[in-house]
Antibody, heavy 127, light 106 residues
Framework: QVQLEQSGAEVKKPGSSLKLSCKAS????????FNWVRQAPGQGLEWMGG????????HYTQKFQGRATITADKSTSTVYMEMSTLRPEDTAVYYC????????????????????WGQGTLVTVSS | DIHMTQSPSALSASTGDRVTITCQAN??????LNWYQQKPGKAPKLLIY???NLETGVPSRFSGSGSGTDFTFTISSLQPEDIATYYC????????FGPGTRVDIK
């Protein structure tokens, strides 16, 4: 059974940076897609970006392009998400989710569904 | 850009009731539509993938249908443990979640 263990809660100052981790156990690491999804307090789910370790390719929504960076360490089956220039509105629970990808065409990959989720990491950005 | 809507935004029903939630995309997303359940303080859980396929271990009272732009999620007989928010998610483009539907028991 796939399990995702995320790093602990963080309190950050506006303008600072963040690096979250997500360690996977069970299941295949290289051939899965790993995603970061965040949820602001009382709000819905927002997909930020993802990585397919077997290709090393990453994709981000326009909102996070240039501010978030997702990487994968195959040797430790760990995925990371770094985000810079934090703002109070980045306060949220950040989830790592492992899922299925449904092929790639050129630079475009289909991040399909998310079958396993981490427990979430609360990030609070406040001065 | 793809936009997703869900209706209703919230509903209240009795135990045993049939509950239906709709999800609509503003363009054809084929059957690239999934459904998740999220209970308060918990991570989401995948229920249905590719519009109508039940994830392993998910009770058969949950079902999904649709293709193109219009999709339906149904709980055939609402149970107290189904109290949650339900989200649709498309992946014809980069993944995008619908705004969610909160389901309560009357």
């Amino acid at each position: 059974q796939v399990q995702l263990e995320q790093s602990g809660a963080e309190v950050k100052k506006p303008g600072s940076s963040l690096k979250l981790s997500c360690k996977a156990s069970g299941g295949t690491f290289n051939n899965a897609a790993f995603n970061w999804v965040r949820q602001a307090p009382g709000q819905g789910l927002e997909w930020m970006g993802g990585i397919i370790p077997v290709y090393g390719t990453t994709h981000y929504t326009q909102k996070f392009q240039g501010r978030a960076t997702i990487t994968a360490d195959k040797s430790t089956s760990t995925v990371y998400m770094e985000m810079s220039t934090l703002r109070p509105e980045d306060t949220a629970v950040y989830y790592c989710a492992r899922g299925r990808w449904a092929g790639c065409s050129g630079t475009r990959c289909y991040y399909a569904w998310f079958g396993a989720w981490g427990q979430g990491t609360l990030v609070t950005v406040s001065s | 850009d793809i936009h997703m809507t869900q209706s209703p935004s919230a509903l209240s029903a009795s135990t045993g009731d049939r509950v239906t939630i709709t999800c609509q995309a503003n363009q054809d997303i084929r059957n690239y539509l999934n459904w998740y359940q999220q209970k308060p303080g918990k991570a989401p859980k995948l229920l249905i993938y590719d519009a109508s396929n039940l994830e392993t271990g998910v009770p058969s009272r949950f079902s999904g249908s649709g293709s193109g732009t219009d999709f339906t999620f149904t709980i055939s007989s609402l149970q107290p443990e189904d109290i949650a928010t339900y989200y649709c998610q498309q992946y014809d483009d980069l993944p995008l979640f619908g705004p969610g539907t909160r389901v309560d028991i009357k």
